[in-house]
């Protein structure tokens, strides 16, 4: 069975503190993908990569870092967490580069910061 | 440049009664369009997806959705809402273009007994 694995459920962090989300998959995706969860606005697009060591920004890379270390982990840093990043982060992977592949996803991690 | 649009934050409707969800989208090359949702607490998992073979596409636990290339449509449907399909749904779309998918904002579905 497909599994993407975040490694955090739920986070409370303070305002300044570095934060980070980590992502583990098992299918041997060549594509990783970080987005943001928020009422009313869809998935937002934080960063992605096709490849190990291999990121692109995404919609909204402002505030936010990537580590691909390993084909199968993906990490998302928050280097000085502000109340604006509270949010629901959904970690997915996938195989095909092209239009037509389908997105496997995380349950999620949902940060609020006080 | 692509984008989806979603009719309805969240649409109710009665146990056994029809579901229809709209999803319409902006693309100037032909488009795969999908459809995921997500269940309380949960991540998103695809319903079903459309990558030009047949119009009409059915996906898990029911549901269908047609593609409308006239009408830039993508409305998904289920006969009779069950209360397990409370979720809130997602409508998608990318190409080969730009293979990153573009997002609707999601419509919550509540099913009332």
């Known amino acids: 069975d497909v599994k993407v694995t975040q490694s955090s459920r739920y986070l409370v962090k303070r305002t300044g503190e570095k934060v980070f989300l980590e992502c583990v998959q098992d299918?041997?995706?060549?594509?990783m993908f970080w987005y943001r969860q928020d009422p009313g606005l869809g998935l937002r697009l934080i960063y992605f990569s096709y490849d190990v060591k291999m990121k692109e920004k995404g919609d909204i890379p402002e505030g936010y870092s990537v580590s691909r270390e390993k084909k199968e982990r993906f990490s998302l840093i928050l280097e000085s967490a502000s109340t604006n990043q509270t949010s629901m982060y959904l970690c997915?992977?996938?195989?095909?580069?092209?239009?037509?592949?389908?997105?496997?996803f995380g349950e999620g991690s949902r940060l609020t910061v006080l | 440049a692509q984008s989806v649009t979603q009719l309805g934050s969240h649409v109710s409707v009665s146990e056994g009664a029809l579901v229809l969800l709209r999803c319409n989208y902006s693309s100037s090359v032909p488009p795969y369009l999908f459809w995921y949702v997500q269940y309380p607490n949960q991540g998103l998992q695809l319903l079903l997806k459309y990558t030009s073979a047949a119009t009409l596409v059915k996906g898990i636990n029911g549901f269908e959705a047609e593609f409308k290339k006239s009408e830039t449509s993508f409305h998904l449907t289920k006969p009779s809402a069950h209360m397990s399909d409370a979720a809130e749904y997602f409508c998608a779309v990318s190409s080969d273009s730009n293979y990153q998918l573009i997002w609707g904002a999601g419509t919550k579905l509540i099913i009332k007994p």
């Open positions: 299918m041997d995706h060549e594509n």
């Open positions: 997915a992977s996938s195989l095909w580069s092209s239009g037509g592949g389908e997105l496997f």
